[in-house]
Every structure is written in structure tokens, then in C-alpha cells.
């Protein structure tokens, strides 16, 4: 499983979800901004937009809001120049890292993102250091309580999915990128509820985390996604059930 969605379980069960929807929210717009500046206003013709809209009301955001946030970019509006930086580098016990920002002051962003990946037992690498090691995957996560493990392979399997796998409280499903959009809406069709769902980097193999490194890799990933500036960050670590258990409670 991915050290991705490992965080965002961990996040989900620390109850933070809530108490940053005024960031969550911020970073969103400026997502659905880009997304319809680069391809159009239209999400039938631009699966950027598509995405982004869809990621929006999984986070309960307004539909007003997201109307705005479209109309700023196809209408060049003052602030929606921003650009798209994919930093590279590694985080406690040697874990790659990647971190998607949209600024609109790549080098205050790139001072910032140094700042924290060295505070917290981190390092900044080269381009293309560590991006071989993920490969751009659907990724789909559904709370247990939802559905069984038969019932959703066999919707997710027959739609094209590639894998189902068992996340602790939850079931991920991975796709290629091509099929990712008719495993989703055949979900949605079945009226299975998606915790989350996005074309995300997912890590070939991972790195096994416990004690004080898994703290630290937590740690990292709070103030890296804490940013004003960045939009998502992969990592290539794992933590068992029971270390994972004893991070949340803490």
C-alpha cells in the first residue's frame, strides 16, 4: 500500500480534515483555477477540471465556489497565473519523496520547501532522483463499513481495475490512468460512497517505517502539506497496522 494513502487515513482519523477546510478549500481553487485556465471551462473536454470539480465536492466545498474558482481561470483573472513544480527528494530513512506545488514565487516556494524538508530530518534532491521510483495510477479508497471485498472486485475488476487491495479500515483500488475514470463511475453507479478518489503517484516499492522514523515521516508530511503552496505529496513508506494504530492515538 501506498505511503499516501496511509496519510490520508492517518489524517482522516486525527480528525484534521475539518479544522483545515479554510487551506483544503484554498488549495482546491487554485487547482479548479489552473486546471480551467491550461484546458477550458468545459470538464466533458478537459479531465484535469473533471478531476479537480470531482475532488472539490468530495470535500464538501460549495458549489458557488467552484463555479467562481473555474470563471478566475478562463477568465485570466489577476492571481491565476501560477506555475507547476514537481520538487523531488527524500524524507526520514532514506524515503522518497515528491512534492506537486502550484506558486506564483517558485523561488520564495523553493527557500520554504528546503526549509522544512531540513528541519525535519529531510533532504532536497535533483529532478528526477526519486520520480522513477512512482508511476501515475488511479487510486480509489471506500471505508469498509460501505461494502464488501467480494462485491467491490467484482464491480471494480469487471470495469478494468487493476488491483483491490485491503488498506486497514479501508479497500484502495488501483487503475492504469486510462481506465481510471470508467472504474470510478462504475463505483458511483453502484452507489458505493468514495472516500477519496484521484489519478495520484504511487510508488513501486516501499520502505517499511516504525518508531521514531515513522513519527518523523509524519511529521514531515504534516508541515510539507501544511504549505500554503502545496497541492499533494507522494511518498514511498509503509507502516503496520500497529504502529499506525499507536500514531494516531498519539
Request: proline letters at 2%.
Given at each position: 500500500m501506498s505511503?499516501?494513502?496511509?496519510?490520508s487515513?492517518?489524517?482522516?482519523?486525527?480528525?484534521?480534515?475539518?479544522?483545515?477546510r479554510?487551506?483544503i478549500?484554498?488549495?482546491?481553487i487554485?487547482e479548479?483555477?489552473?486546471?480551467?485556465?491550461?484546458?477550458?471551462a468545459?470538464?466533458?473536454?478537459?479531465?484535469?477540471?473533471r478531476?479537480?470539480?470531482?475532488t472539490?465536492?468530495?470535500?464538501?466545498?460549495p458549489?458557488d465556489?467552484?463555479?467562481r474558482?473555474?470563471?478566475?481561470?478562463?477568465?485570466?483573472?489577476?492571481?491565476?497565473?501560477?506555475?507547476?513544480i514537481?520538487?523531488e527528494g527524500?524524507?526520514?530513512a532514506g524515503?522518497?519523496?515528491?512534492?506537486?506545488v502550484?506558486t506564483?514565487?517558485?523561488?520564495?516556494?523553493?527557500?520554504?520547501?528546503?526549509h522544512?524538508?531540513?528541519?525535519?530530518?529531510?533532504?532536497?534532491?535533483?529532478?528526477?532522483?526519486?520520480?522513477?521510483m512512482f508511476?501515475?495510477?488511479?487510486?480509489?479508497?471506500?471505508?469498509?463499513?460501505?461494502?464488501?471485498?467480494?462485491?467491490?472486485?467484482?464491480?471494480?475488476?469487471?470495469?478494468?481495475?487493476?488491483?483491490v487491495r485491503?488498506?486497514?479500515?479501508?479497500?484502495?483500488?488501483?487503475?492504469?490512468?486510462n481506465?481510471?475514470?470508467?472504474?470510478r463511475?462504475?463505483?458511483?453507479?453502484?452507489?458505493?460512497?468514495?472516500?477519496?478518489?484521484?489519478?495520484?503517484?504511487i510508488?513501486?516499492?516501499?520502505?517499511?517505517l516504525?518508531g521514531?522514523d515513522?513519527?518523523?515521516?509524519?511529521?514531515?508530511?504534516?508541515?510539507?502539506e501544511?504549505?500554503?503552496?502545496?497541492?499533494?505529496v507522494?511518498?514511498n513508506?509503509?507502516?503496520?497496522?500497529?504502529?499506525?494504530?499507536?500514531?494516531?492515538?498519539?
Open positions: 505511503g499516501h494513502s496511509k496519510w487515513s492517518i489524517k482522516h482519523k486525527k480528525g484534521k480534515e475539518d479544522a483545515r479554510g487551506k478549500f484554498t488549495k482546491l487554485r479548479l483555477t489552473v486546471a480551467a485556465k491550461s484546458g477550458g468545459d470538464p466533458d473536454n478537459n479531465p484535469r477540471l478531476q479537480a470539480i470531482l472539490a465536492k468530495q470535500s464538501s466545498m458549489k465556489n467552484i463555479d474558482a473555474i470563471k478566475k481561470g478562463v477568465g485570466g483573472a489577476e492571481g491565476a497565473n501560477y506555475e507547476e514537481m520538487f527524500y524524507g526520514p524515503v522518497a519523496l515528491l512534492v506537486q502550484l506564483d514565487n517558485r523561488n520564495r516556494t523553493v527557500a520554504e520547501i528546503r522544512l524538508l531540513d528541519r525535519h530530518n529531510g533532504k532536497m534532491g535533483e529532478t528526477g532522483c526519486v520520480s522513477w508511476e501515475k495510477r488511479g487510486n480509489i479508497t471506500i471505508d469498509k463499513a460501505v461494502v464488501d471485498e467480494n462485491t467491490l472486485m467484482e464491480v471494480a475488476l469487471e470495469a478494468g481495475a487493476e488491483d485491503d488498506g486497514f479500515d479501508f479497500w484502495e483500488v488501483f487503475t492504469s490512468q481506465d481510471y475514470e470508467q472504474v463511475a462504475a463505483i458511483e453507479a453502484k452507489g458505493i460512497a468514495m472516500l477519496t478518489s484521484e489519478i495520484a503517484m510508488p513501486q516499492t516501499t520502505i517499511d516504525a521514531k515513522a513519527e518523523q515521516m509524519v511529521k514531515l508530511l504534516d508541515v510539507l501544511d504549505q500554503d503552496d502545496v497541492q499533494h507522494y511518498a513508506f509503509d507502516i503496520s497496522e500497529k504502529e499506525m494504530e499507536r500514531l494516531t492515538a498519539s
